[in-house]
Structures are given as C-alpha cells and as structure tokens.
C-alpha cells in the first residue's frame, strides 16, 4: 500500500550540482505534479502531467525539468541547482479530483 | 486567474471548542471543486474535505465541515470539538474544472497554522 513514494527524502546540494528527484504511484493515476513548499507562500505548482509522455508548466517552472516517461513515473530534475531552490519538494498524483501526496523531499542548495 | 485567500496566518483554540478557518476564493469558472489540507508539524500532506462548486449542501466528513457560500464565494473550514493533534497547519486549495470535465491545477492558499490548547 505504497501510495505515492519519493525519493530521496533529503538531500543536499552545492550550487552548480545536478540532481533528480523521482516519484512513483502505484495507483494507476493519469495526472501528477510537482510541487515546492516555502516558508509562508504555501505551496506553488512546478509543472504537471496530465498522462504518460505528456508535461506541461505550473507556476514556478523555471530552472527545473520534468519527464513522465512511464504513467506511474514522474522525475523532477534540476540541472545546475541554485541556493532558491532550497525547499520542501511534493509530488502528487490524482486520479481526477482528489490529489493524494507523497511525504515530501526536503532538499537544500548551498 | 484563480486565486486563493487564508487571512488568518495562525489561530489559536481550546480544546474542546470549535473553530472556524477561513478561506475566500476567486474564479470565474462556474465548475470548480474546493479542497482542504492538513499539514501536521511531520510534513504529510492529509486530505480532509472536498466541496464541488455545484454541491447544493456543505460537505462534511466526521468532526470537519466546509461552509460553503458560493455568491460570497468562501469555503471555509470548520473543525469542531478540537483536539490536541487537530494543531497543524492547514490549506486551502480550488481547481477549475473544463467543460469536457478535465481537472485544472490544484492552487493553494498561503495557509493557517491553528493551535489548540489543553
């Protein structure tokens, strides 16, 4: 009964690095998202997917990239990690109305 | 654009009591769904309640109900007989909904940290 798992939980970064965050359902959903959570500015919608081989932006998609090469796959990438991209990360999938949420990867940029 | 609003950062409640968590919302969709999160002090992220727009009576799920009043278009949360664990941060979110039925993004407000006193 995994639901939606992320991986890693916790990471650090210096700036410049590259990183991917991986996050796997296993309930059949169609739609996923990334999401990063800041301090008093609630959470920000990264980029989405509405199915398999399909992405799209989100509010904030800037200095990230997304693949959702298999449906129950979504990778969040960050090609050169910059100290603002310190935050709590959550992936999200929903099968049309209700999004159900992995438990976070908190991930810090020095 | 749609657009959530919580102007209350944090509340405080004693146990026991009932409190209220507001939420204002802006859209002008006639389709839309309103949600609300909670988020304890461990980071999950736990789904408590749903309100579509076309819902003709407020959603309830055991001790959480959603006062919704679409020509003021609020959503707001209530929680009754408080609890020590209901202390957590709570958010709330609306996604548009298309005419084909396609689910639009889920926005979130900025959220409220309720505390609940022994």
């Known amino acids: 009964n995994a639901g939606v798992t992320q991986t890693p939980k916790f990471r650090v970064l210096k700036t410049g690095q590259s990183m991917t965050l991986l996050c796997a359902q296993d309930?059949?959903?169609?739609?996923m998202y990334w999401y990063r959570q800041d301090p008093g500015m609630g959470l920000r919608l990264i980029h989405y997917?509405?199915?398999?081989?399909?992405?799209a932006k989100g509010e904030v998609p800037d200095g990230y990239n997304v693949s959702r090469l298999k449906k129950q796959n979504f990778l969040l990438g960050l090609e050169s990690a910059a100290p603002s991209q310190t935050s709590v990360y959550f992936c999200?999938?929903?099968?049309?109305?209700?999004?159900?949420f992995g438990e976070g990867s908190r991930l810090t940029v020095l | 654009a749609q657009k959530i609003t919580q102007t209350q950062p944090g509340m405080f409640v004693q146990e026991k009591e009932a409190v209220t968590l507001d939420c204002t919302y802006d859209t002008s969709d006639q389709s839309y769904g309103l949600f609300w999160y909670k988020q304890p002090s461990s980071g999950e992220m736990i789904f408590l309640i749903y309100?579509?727009?076309?819902?003709?009576q407020n959603a309830t799920e055991g001790r959480y109900s959603l006062n919704f009043q679409k020509a003021r278009k609020s959503a707001n949360l209530v929680i009754s007989a408080s609890q020590l664990g209901d202390s957590a941060m709570y958010f709330c979110?609306?996604?548009?909904?298309?005419?084909?039925?396609?689910?639009?993004?889920?926005?979130f407000g900025k959220g409220t940290k309720l505390s609940v006193k022994p």
């Open positions: 999200a999938s929903s099968p049309g109305v209700e999004l159900f």
């Open positions: 309930m059949n959903h169609e739609y």
């Open positions: 309100q579509g727009s076309y819902d003709e």
């Open positions: 997917s509405v199915g398999e081989g399909t992405t």
């Open positions: 979110a609306m996604r548009e909904v298309s005419y084909g039925g396609s689910q639009g993004n889920l926005i």
